[in-house]
């Protein structure tokens, strides 16, 4: 499996999406997950994330209130749930662990409309 996102897809600003995250249990288990993404032209910046256990989450300043990270330990599944979308939150999103990170999935684009 490695990593495999999806749920991207378009929607206008106000709209909402769901990504889900499907990793490997080597990449998965026991590790802070995070979700990221890369606009064009951009560098990939992190977006959120959540120690192995799922009580601890963080987001950057730009999604606080809207993003909402969660996972599930037994499936090695991984959800970004994402409200209030605005264009500038466009972009390829993808899934990784925080550390040691050795390959990147195909990524999930999210396109949002004004």
């Known amino acids: 499996v490695q990593l495999v996102e999806s749920g991207g897809g378009l929607a206008q600003a106000g709209g909402s999406l769901r990504l889900s995250c499907a990793a490997s249990?080597?990449?998965?288990?026991?590790?802070?997950m995070g979700w990221y993404r890369q606009a064009p032209g951009k560098q990939r910046e992190l977006v959120a994330t959540?120690?192995?256990?799922?009580?601890?989450?963080n987001y950057r300043d730009a999604v606080k209130g809207r993003f909402t990270i969660s996972r599930d330990n037994a499936k090695n599944t991984m959800s970004l749930q994402m409200n209030n979308l605005k264009p500038e939150d466009t972009a390829m999103y993808y899934c990784?662990?925080?550390?040691?990170?050795?390959?990147w999935g195909q990524g999930t684009q999210v396109t949002v409309s004004s």
């Open positions: 249990a080597s990449i998965f288990s026991g590790n802070q």
């Open positions: 990784n662990a925080l550390k040691d990170i050795r390959s």
């Open positions: 959540i120690t192995p256990g799922g009580t601890y989450t």
